[in-house]
């Protein structure tokens, strides 16, 4: 072989027939095998199995927990964000007090009011609590399972598991979430006008969110209250909207508020496009948006 | 540094020039230490990063130091994979400086967390959906192969002597080399691309959210690692005036840089076509709008990462005219290099700074996230700047990083 000159005819031996033959029989198969074969991944996600994991993220079966917002109700009092902010002792701003444009990192409530304005120029408010998507961009992300969703789909804090990184502050599409990046020190101005401090404050390099009030949910359930209609078990931000302008309840219960509101009335969910599957509805305003 | 002897001298001189390099490096360090112990004590409050821009300068050197730790897979491959045992001389030093990037991005990772305490919780609690637990596992796989690979290398230093079954066991573990080369391979393709992924998959971000991320992480990863190890290794040479791996070598592998580079540079071309002219949508054109008046993102796009970092490079790398000087060489390295960390700052910085829309109405929108990297991030850069060159420095006097045969 290495005696002959280089030739640049093409020789074909016996064995480079075998091989080219039997690379080109083993990508037939290997092909069919990964395409619709039994080591293909997609092999088994057929229609109704694609409908099956969307079931599977949003009938759990048991509870699941949502809340409905009528933008066309809600007058922007505010109410909501003073009482989250004390029952969970939220380190937030006060807005009026917040002056200082400049100020690099102000302190965000949980649940935030905006003022908003239809297409038209009709203005309205805007209130965000954690929207509980049913397909978490948080949840995917977070490296070591610190959030994650409960049974009854809220989407939950694991405030001792949280090792700081911020993915998921990055991830959520709603700016739900917010960063301890300091020990707090501060004394919240909503203790005790707009409730007390239900739940301890959360330590320094967490992140934090929205919990829907699970301490009053859990709690609630035991001593045989319903969420959304009994106010001991309901989120504070719905207890005291002087509007009813927000609901709570179980959107796998027919019965519950929540549901028949959906079924009724015309909702939007926020960035419906992102396949979020957010548990939070909203009622558009009257004139539309 | 002027310090070049004949021969190889036993012991550095301590001549002006050398002690003026260890003290930057000393002051470099000391001023690393303090700004870090002053983040562990006050917490990231003391950082300009902000809710709305929860990353910045940190994760620009963590993406950095791993992109410019490609040099140890994509060479260790090229020798032990595709046996092209003329690069043999210098995998060592590709595997070391590799090491000295993973480990730079560790250290780097461990001050960016809010809690350092639990940095183990990736290995405890996993996450597999999360592609920042596949790239923690990756990184520390990696950073155990490389030390593995390298073991060989420490333990051939003079202190061994005393210790012969060390050496037994280093030679062991050099027979495992390209299986070890293999597995590296492995894990590097997948991280370096994950990488990209961090950014690709967040579908709410308009300017990350596209398939082409990993892809140009990993390109930009294999073409700019490699570069850089050949610019450490010229340096090495001038300095300790050993001549450790031939020229051609080097040259080889500048070109192999400035070829993928091209590549890298078409698939840029080809991302900016299709994200931002045939396939734009209305929140990326807006996202880009709003970049271009408000921050030097264009500036910085065309002249740093296109021109510096990509176009000036390939025409050192691949030009006979320039890719016989060394010096243009090790300038292209650098320039490559430049683009690389201006890529990564805006890819983070850029993404960060469009402001997520997510409400009903046309009223209400977030602030841009304005940010620039604090005192105390600057300083804990600058320490980990000098932990790279302490290392660099080290390794280049103590251990033989450039043997010549190993005989296989």
């Keep these: 072989m290495s005696k002959k000159k280089t030739k640049l005819k093409l020789e074909l031996t016996r064995r480079d027939f075998l091989i080219v033959g039997g690379a080109a029989a083993g990508s037939v198969v290997a092909s069919q095998l990964l395409t619709t074969g039994p080591l293909s991944p997609f092999a088994n996600i057929k229609q109704e199995q694609v409908e099956g994991i969307e079931e599977a993220i949003l009938n759990v079966t048991g509870h699941r927990w949502g809340m409905v917002i009528n933008l066309d109700k809600c007058i922007g009092c505010e109410y909501c964000l003073r009482a989250c902010s004390a029952t969970n002792d939220v380190w937030v701003d006060i807005p009026s007090e917040n002056n200082d444009p400049e100020k690099k990192r102000p302190e965000k409530p949980w649940n935030i009011v905006v003022n908003e304005k239809t297409t038209a120029g009709t203005p309205f408010y805007f209130s965000r609590p954690c929207l509980h998507c049913g397909d978490a961009p948080c949840v995917e992300v977070c490296p070591v399972k610190a959030t994650y969703h409960r049974e009854d789909g809220l989407v939950i804090m694991n405030y001792d598991r949280c090792i700081g990184c911020r993915y998921c502050e990055i991830a959520c599409p709603y700016d739900a979430r917010k960063f301890n990046w300091q020990e707090r020190t501060d004394v919240n101005p909503y203790i005790p006008t707009w409730g007390i401090a239900e739940i301890p404050r959360r330590p320094r390099g967490v992140v934090e969110k929205c919990t829907f009030c699970i301490h009053r949910i859990d709690a609630g359930l035991k001593a045989g209250y319903i969420p959304g209609e009994d106010l001991e078990a309901t989120p504070a931000c719905v207890n005291i909207c002087p509007v009813g302008a927000r609901l709570f309840g179980d959107l796998n219960d027919p019965d519950s508020k929540v549901s028949q509101i959906i079924s009724t009335e015309t909702t939007i969910r926020l960035r419906e496009e992102l396949g979020t599957e957010t548990s939070v509805y909203y009622i558009i305003p009257r004139e539309g948006l | ?408």
């Design chain 2, 1 to 408: 540094m002027a310090t070049s002897t004949v021969g190889g001298q036993k012991r550095f001189s301590l001549n002006p020039a050398t002690l003026a390099w260890i003290g930057l490096i000393i002051l470099c360090l000391g001023i690393g230490i303090i700004s870090a112990l002053a983040v562990f004590w006050n917490g990231l409050y003391i950082t300009n990063m902000s809710d709305s821009v929860p990353w910045g300068l940190w994760i620009t050197i963590d993406l950095s130091a791993i992109a410019l730790g490609a040099g140890a897979f994509t060479l260790s491959a090229v020798v032990y994979l595709f046996g092209l045992k003329r690069f043999q001389p210098i995998v060592r030093f590709a595997v070391f400086v590799g090491f000295i990037g993973y480990s730079t991005a560790l250290l780097t990772l461990v001050m960016d967390i809010g809690r350092p305490d639990r940095f183990w919780h990736p290995w405890v609690y996993w996450n597999v959906h999360s592609v920042l637990w596949e790239i923690t596992w990756c990184i520390t796989i990696y950073l155990a192969i490389m030390l593995v690979e390298f073991a060989p290398v420490i333990a051939e230093a003079k202190f061994f002597d005393r210790y012969p079954w060390v050496r037994k066991i280093a030679k062991y573990l050099h027979k495992l080399a390209p299986f070890l080369a293999l597995l590296g391979l492995g894990i590097s393709l997948l991280h370096q691309s994950s990488l990209g992924a961090t950014y690709g998959i967040v579908k709410s971000r308009p300017i990350w959210f596209k398939p082409s991320m990993p892809i140009m992480f990993i390109l930009s990863a294999i073409a700019v690692g490699p570069a850089l190890t050949m610019a450490l290794a010229y340096i090495a040479e001038w300095v300790s005036g050993k001549k450790s791996v031939p020229d051609d070598v080097l040259r080889s592998i500048a070109r192999f840089s400035g070829f993928v580079l091209l590549v890298y540079g078409y698939i840029r071309f080809w991302d900016l076509a299709a994200v931002t002219y045939y396939g734009r949508t209305p929140s990326v054109s807006e996202a880009f709008n709003l970049l271009r008046q408000q921050t030097p993102y264009n500036f910085s796009f065309w002249v740093f990462e296109i021109f510096v970092g990509i176009i000036l490079p390939a025409i050192l790398f691949l030009t006979p005219r320039f890719n016989r000087n060394p010096g243009y060489l090790v300038m292209g390295a650098l320039f490559a290099v430049t683009g690389i960390v201006i890529n990564r700052w805006n890819v983070t910085v850029g993404g960060l700074f469009v402001p997520l829309s997510y409400s009903p109405g046309t009223l209400y929108q977030l602030e841009p996230g304005k940010y620039f990297p604090g005192l105390p991030e600057w300083g804990v850069a600058i320490g980990i700047i000098g932990y790279g060159l302490a290392m660099l420095t080290l390794g280049i006097r103590y251990l033989p990083l450039f043997s010549k045969e190993e005989h296989s």
